[in-house]
Nanobody, 121 residues
Framework: EVQLRESGGGLVQPGGSLRLSCAAS????????MSWVRQAPGKGREWVSG???????TYAGSVKGRFTISRDNAKNTVYLQMNSLKPEDTAVYYC???????????????WGQGTQVTVSS
């Protein structure tokens, strides 16, 4: 009964900021790595950022320096703080659970429903 529930998306101007949240339940959250993955219109899924169960973080080059992933194990929640947003960041953003404590891009076993982020002037 894994549940991943994203929230926080919306319409934002270029250069603006959004914070996405992913509330997790149905598993031992602190034991698993989590990632954010996005899918732009007409394109495939793109890994954005991941955080291991121990808090080690990696980013895609396209977002490094602008986005910050974090997790609060006490709240079973993963966050993605997005700053300096660009139109090319427009996508549906998904919270994804990995199958282990480590981030391996492409190895996800559960997804949320996604939240739409639109960056436009």
């Amino acid at each position: 009964e894994v549940q991943l529930r994203e929230s926080g998306g919306g319409l934002v101007q270029p250069g603006g900021s959004l914070r996405l949240s992913c509330a997790a339940s149905g598993f031992t959250f602190r034991s698993y790595a989590m990632s954010w993955v996005r899918q732009a219109p007409g394109k495939g899924r793109e890994w954005v950022s991941g955080i291991t169960s121990g808090g080690y973080i990696t980013y895609a080059g396209s977002v490094k320096g602008r986005f910050t992933i974090s997790r609060d194990n006490a709240k079973n929640t993963v966050y993605l703080q997005m700053n300096s947003l660009k139109p090319e960041d427009t996508a549906v953003y998904y919270c994804a659970k990995h199958d282990s404590s480590l981030v391996t891009i492409g190895r996800y076993d559960d997804w949320g429903q996604g939240t739409q982020v639109t960056v436009s002037s």
